[in-house]
């Protein structure tokens, strides 16, 4: 048995408010608990979008009414419309999702305008989402010399981008999520955005753990109902633990490049206080099936994949 720190997911979608039939606190709490995750970041993609301090206030007050049992911390979105709101509101936020293509919820910034008063006024980490977002993000992040955080980078090109960024001593970090480390273009499942990429990309993902250009490894947990084929997410929190030691067996990262990741980013980046600690069995090889699935939606991506390490208790 291995004892550690509580692990902490970086980027989760919890459907609170608006989606609740796909997911909810309570059983996303128990999805993330069983995969070892004691915290998350939970984003503004509700329906509708948290963009101001009443949204996100309410968001707040619904989560509380359910007692989760996990920590969590709540960025706000920003658009054009919504910009000095959303600055008004940011002290009580965790950071700001920007954007950058137009998605389902209307929460999206068009205008370069924006993001030069985002970067001049900003006073939290600003988490970009798009994959198309390193080059066009990288001259405001030189300019104003503010934390970004880049959400999912999926690519080889994105990690050189990312490592390049970090010589010049730029305030960047980087995120890459589960899936995109272990699935591959050839993986046949529901879309995902980003979308998944070749193996030559996978490998340079897990490069880029080990020589700590990506900062956090996240699984931007994205329920969705398999009659919903056509919209982009794969729900997967409850195999935190065991994918991570899975890759852990394999070499393909270290026990420190988990709490680095997992644990002491996070909580530099988004300020976790959680105290609670999970035992692990890391040598229980055991095979992902349906009644391991804790989410509320009822599928994942990693059924029938034989995985290695298995969370015994969070306390």
Request: with cysteine; proline share 7%; aromatic share 8%.
């Amino acid at each position: 048995m291995v004892t550690l720190p509580g692990l902490f997911d970086c980027h989760v979608h919890f459907r609170t408010p608006g989606q609740e039939y796909k997911e909810d606190w309570v059983t996303g709490s128990a999805a993330a608990l069983a995969g070892g995750v004691v915290g998350v970041v939970d984003m503004p993609s509700n329906v509708p979008p948290v963009l101001t301090q009443a949204d996100l206030l309410n968001k707040q007050r619904l989560i509380e009414k359910v007692n989760p049992g996990i920590a969590y911390r709540l960025p706000l979105g920003v658009t054009d419309k919504s910009l000095q709101d959303t600055l008004a509101a940011q002290e009580q936020a965790c950071g700001i999702k920007v954007f950058l293509q137009p998605h389902s919820t209307g929460m999206f910034v068009r205008n370069d305008a924006t993001l030069h008063t985002l970067y001049q006024n900003a006073t939290k980490p600003i988490m970009i989402h798009d994959h198309t977002g390193v080059d066009r993000i990288m001259p405001f992040v030189r300019q104003y010399k503010k934390l970004t955080y880049f959400c999912h980078i999926s690519t080889q090109t994105e990690v050189e981008k990312i490592a390049q960024a970090k010589r010049e001593g730029l305030p960047v970090y980087a995120e890459v999520t589960l899936h995109h480390l272990w699935l591959d273009e050839t993986t046949k499942t529901q879309p995902v955005n980003p979308p998944l990429r070749t193996a030559a990309d996978r490998a340079a993902l897990w490069e880029g753990v080990r020589a700590g250009v990506i900062d956090t490894i996240a699984t931007d947990h994205a329920p969705h109902l398999i009659s919903e084929s056509n919209l982009p997410g794969f729900p997967s929190i409850e195999f935190f633990v065991p994918l991570l030691f899975t890759g852990l067996a394999q070499n393909k990262l270290s026990i420190d490049d988990i709490i680095r990741c997992c644990v002491t980013n996070p909580t530099k980046l988004f300020g976790f206080t959680s105290q609670k600690k999970i035992d692990l069995d890391p040598d229980w090889k055991w095979t992902i099936s349906q009644a391991d699935i804790k989410s509320k939606c009822g599928w994942s991506p990693y059924l029938n994949m034989p995985v290695q390490g298995k969370v015994l208790r969070v306390y």
